[in-house]
Nanobody, 113 residues
């Protein structure tokens, strides 16, 4: 049974940093990544990383967010810096097994003074 468990969300001031982590279990994963969904908006890709380390970022987070993974531990992390109020959203870890996506339960990130 595939499970994804996120941790690390919370409240942070604009300009601050936050690190999200996701522990995956139950399979060997291809692409892993993070999406987010703000109130009233569609879920969008934030960043993704392949098992070989190739990365992809949304334009809005390039240069501020950094995604990494540990294949041996089946974890994926998102280091977020220079956070802005518009980064406020529920962040979801996701991982693919043979092109089938799996999702975590989500963790709230709120950027506010």
């Amino acid at each position: 049974q595939v499970q994804l468990v996120e941790s690390g969300g919370g409240l942070v001031q604009p300009g601050g940093s936050l690190r999200l982590s996701c522990a995956a279990s139950g399979s060997i994963f291809d692409v892993m990544g993070w999406h987010r969904q703000a109130p009233g908006k569609q879920r969008e890709l934030v960043a993704a990383i392949t098992s070989g380390g190739g990365t992809n970022y949304a334009d809005s987070v390039k240069g501020r967010f950094f995604i990494s993974r540990d294949n041996a531990r089946n974890t994926v992390s998102l280091q977020m810096s220079s956070l802005k109020p518009e980064d406020t959203a529920v962040y979801y870890c996701n991982a693919y097994v043979l092109n089938r996506p799996y999702w975590g339960q989500g963790t709230q990130v709120t950027v506010s003074s």
